[in-house]
């Protein structure tokens, strides 16, 4: 089945570390992204990628930091600048890059910062 | 610059009773508009779309929504609602850049 998936599901870590989460797609999809979910604020676009080794900054992206190796390869690495880290994280894809194209979402991971 | 209101932040519906979700958004062309469901702890999943032609449109698991470009709304509903759509709902913007506006959401609870 095709789709996309995130891990681990839930994830800790100490103040000062870096994590990085995992997103996969296998929809053979060029755009992906990553955002960021808190309660009471909906999501907010922490980067995009229209195409391999091509991203771009989203409305919260300090602190983060992607890359995109591969087509079906979006990870994202919360690194110690990002001074709240704790949230519910979502990667998407869509076939396309822009705003005419449904996005498809994976599980999210729960990241909290003990 | 655009964005998108859902102004109910917690809905509560009895079984059966019918349930409408508003949703505003604010573009200066023609949107493109979509509304999400979440479960609790999952990602989101598509309810329907719109980009053009007839205003109402029909989605996923008895959903619908209708088009008001002299309203700028989008709004959801659905004839009766069954416990299984107890989520959270979520409006979006596709802008004509990369990006989708999310509204900040709506929590619907079914109580039987």
């Known amino acids: 089945d095709g789709g996309i998936t995130q891990s681990p599901k839930y994830l800790f870590r100490k103040e000062g570390q870096n994590v990085t989460l995992s997103c996969e797609q296998n929809l053979n999809h060029d755009a992906m992204y990553w955002y960021r979910q808190d309660p009471g604020q909906g999501l907010r676009l922490i980067y995009y990628?229209?195409?391999?080794?091509?991203?771009q900054k989203g409305d919260i992206a300090e602190g983060y930091s992607v890359s995109r190796e591969k087509k079906e390869s979006f990870p994202l690495t919360v690194t110690s600048a990002q001074k709240n880290p704790t949230a519910f994280y979502l990667c998407a894809s869509s076939i396309l890059a822009g705003g005419n194209n449904e996005q498809f979402f994976g599980p999210g991971t729960r990241l909290t910062v003990l | 610059a655009q964005s998108v209101t859902q102004p109910d932040i917690h809905i509560t519906v009895s079984e059966g009773a019918s349930l409408e979700l508003r949703c505003n958004y604010s573009?200066?062309?023609?949107?493109?508009l979509f509304w999400y469901v979440q479960s609790p702890g999952q990602g989101l999943q598509l309810l329907l779309k719109?980009?053009?032609?007839?205003?109402l449109v029909q989605g996923i698991k008895g959903f619908e929504a209708e088009f008001k470009r002299s309203q700028s709304s989008f709004n959801l509903r659905k004839p009766s609602v069954h416990w299984s759509d107890a989520a959270e709902y979520f409006c979006a913007v596709g802008a004509t850049g990369n990006q989708f506006y999310f509204g900040t959401g709506t929590s619907l609870t079914v109580i039987p």
């Open positions: 573009y200066g062309a023609t949107p493109y």
């Open positions: 990628s229209q195409i391999v080794n091509d991203f």
């Open positions: 719109y980009f053009s032609g007839d205003t």
